[in-house]
Nanobody, 123 residues
Framework: QVQLVESGGGLVQAGGSLRLSCAASGRTFSNYAMGWFRRAPGKGREFVAAIDWRGTSTDYADSVKGRFTISRDNAKNTLYLQMNNLKPGDTAVYYC????????????????WGQGTQVTVSS
């Protein structure tokens, strides 16, 4: 079992920045590829970003490329999502997830999920 707890969400004005964190516990964090997903009001959950076990390979949704950066610190068992130049369309609940394979955008391959953290971007 892997337990994931997100933090760092909040209310920010358009153009602002936030950094989300995802603290992992349980099994060895470095054994898992990680991803960030989000669910906007009235919409399905969508892929945001993914990172491999060592943090050497990343992938992003087109909507966040150049604005968001995913990273991890395996010594601290923590995943991050730096979000810059936020837009109202980024308003959503953000979830981190863990996978035993490089699952990238395939949600069904992520076996562990956090409870989510709310990000609200005002115009």
């Amino acid at each position: 079992q892997v337990q994931l707890v997100e933090s760092g969400g909040g209310l920010v004005q358009a153009g602002g920045s936030l950094r989300l964190s995802c603290a992992a516990s349980g099994r060895t964090f470095s054994n898992y590829a990680m991803g960030w997903f989000r669910r906007a009001p009235g919409k399905g959950r969508e892929f945001v970003a993914a990172i491999d076990w060592r943090g050497t390979s990343t992938d992003y949704a087109d909507s966040v490329k150049g604005r968001f950066t995913i990273s991890r610190d395996n010594a601290k068992n923590t995943l991050y999502l730096q979000m810059n130049n936020l837009k109202p369309g980024d308003t959503a609940v953000y979830y981190c997830a863990a996978s035993s394979m490089m699952a990238i955008s395939t949600q069904s391959l992520y076996g562990y999920w956090g409870q989510g953290t709310q990000v609200t971007v005002s115009s």
